[in-house]
């Protein structure tokens, strides 16, 4: 009755923030980037949210137990990126005012509806891989919880935090990721303390008693932790969640205020993982699955009245998580694909529309799939991730701080700088060699984007060094 009464407080909280939310969108503006009136705490509080999902609260703790220290290195990956927006960009994109990667893309390349539209793409299909991890996730915590299958939990959970983020947008994610991440505090200090009472801490947690290989970032093996941190670092630089809260901050000091909170949180978030993981690994307890191991430590090490706190903290985690992640993704589609190149003249009446429609098809898609996954779409979103790192991230780059860099060579970088990544990733025996996509992706996209550059005639890079007024293309407002 316990675990009915906090998740039923929990939707119920849910539901009225978007409603109280849904009376502040007025415009496209609001929906995508609450009006740019975000103050620090709920800028610090949504900056977390992006990447504090049950893969952090779950996942990680499992990855921890298998791989020890390893998985510091994750969160170590995305702490650096949130850090390197913060110092070199965070300035420079405030005052050009782009609210998603595609306006970014557009002001180095100019009106390339190629270039925008696969950029669209990608991060369309990496949030939505986002919101279908997400809505399992809530399916898993609700069997937990409550005891209900697993597909009726992420179908209920699904439908509320659709109907939670079509109502009242960027206003509805952020008030909300502050209540959450205050739940979510709250369940990491109460296991992190309850573990602490009953081990004795770090007593346990030593190279002597567990090995050393959980502490020399070693497992499975370094070029799987190489490229597992590439894939981190570059997917975090350019994560669009980001950069739209960077635009919805209402000043430039609160948006770096953020970055910075969102870079502290995520290092902790990392060494608690590697703490409950090893702590569970060092009772010499073996699970059939890592995954299984924060549940573990919650049934051990929690008493009864405090397990479900920490349950509705994950849940809170996971709706978090699939806000932003869908946020993000409707934005895509209303901002890059509808406006800046299917209806230019659009107006702000019908960009919400298209906004909100975006949002209940890509939301029910997502959580269709975590019922039932279909394959082939299930790999295209997992893919997108290093689609990214092996064809935007150069054409970024050397756009930025290379006068050089050649329209043509963003073209065709973008389109198999990521082709290359994904082989790499999709197939066995190249990622066994290689550790992923990430490297060679790397790798081929800087070899595709110099090169043909060098030959090129349509230089257009050097975009760090433009003036403010040089605007190419019409993308976002000046904030």
Not at 309 to 325: E, K, P, Q
Request: include cysteine; hydrophobic fraction near 50%.
């Amino acid at each position: 009755m316990l675990n009915w009464t906090f998740f039923i407080g929990f939707i119920l909280l849910t539901a009225w923030v978007g409603h109280k939310a849904s009376k502040e969108v007025v415009s496209a503006e609001d929906f995508m980037v609450a009006g740019g009136k975000l103050g620090p705490v709920a800028i610090s509080c949504t900056m977390i949210a992006t990447w504090l999902g049950t893969g952090s609260l779950i996942g990680f703790v499992g990855t921890g137990y298998n791989y020890g220290i390893t998985v510091v290195s994750y969160t170590a990956a995305a702490t650096l990126a949130a850090l390197t927006i913060r110092y070199l960009w965070c300035e420079w994109l405030r005052n050009k005012g782009f609210v998603t990667m595609p306006d970014w893309m557009g002001y180095i390349y100019g009106s390339d509806k190629y270039i925008k539209a696969f950029t669209s793409f990608c991060y369309i299909f990496m949030y939505c891989s986002w919101t279908v991890g997400m809505a399992s996730g809530c399916g898993i915590m609700c069997k937990n919880l409550l005891g209900i299958p697993t597909w009726v939990g992420a179908l209920v959970c699904g439908i509320v935090f659709i109907a939670f983020t079509v109502t009242g947008g960027m206003y509805a994610v952020a008030w909300m990721d502050v209540f959450q991440q205050v739940v979510i505090t709250i369940g990491i200090l109460l296991l992190f303390v309850g573990i602490g009472a009953q081990t004795g801490w770090y007593t346990l947690i030593t190279p002597e008693n567990l090995g050393t290989q959980y502490f020399n970032f070693s497992l499975p093996n370094y070029w799987w932790v190489i490229s597992i941190v590439l894939t981190y670092f570059f997917g975090n630089l350019f994560g669009q969640t980001y950069y739209q809260r960077i635009y919805a901050s209402r000043d430039l000091k609160t948006a770096k205020i953020g970055l910075l909170a969102g870079a502290i949180a995520v290092i902790l978030v990392g060494i608690y993982c590697m703490y409950v993981g090893l702590s569970v690994r060092a009772t010499g307890v073996v699970l059939e699955k890592a995954d299984d191991a924060v549940f573990w430590a919650i049934n051990q090490w929690m008493p009864f009245w405090m397990k479900p706190v920490y349950l509705i903290a994950i849940l809170a985690a996971a709706f978090s998580t699939a806000d932003s992640a869908l946020n993000a993704a409707s934005t895509n589609v209303a901002n890059d694909i509808y406006k800046n190149i299917i209806n230019p003249k659009v107006d702000d009446k019908s960009l919400i529309k298209v906004a909100k429609i975006a949002t209940v098809v890509l939301g029910v898609l997502c959580v269709g799939l975590a019922l039932r996954p279909i394959t082939m779409l299930v790999l295209i979103f997992k893919g997108a991730q290093v689609a990214i790192i092996g064809g935007i991230f150069w054409p970024i780059i050397l756009g930025m701080y290379w006068k050089g860099a050649a329209k043509s060579a963003a073209r065709v970088t973008t389109l198999l700088g990521a082709v290359v990544g994904i082989v790499f990733e999709f197939s066995p025996g190249l990622k066994t060699l290689v550790g992923g996509g990430a490297i060679p992706g790397v790798i081929a996209g800087f070899i595709l984007m110099f090169g043909i550059s060098l030959f090129s005639q349509d230089k257009c890079g050097g975009a760090y060094y433009r003036k403010l007024n040089e605007m190419q293309t019409e993308t976002g407002k000046n904030g």
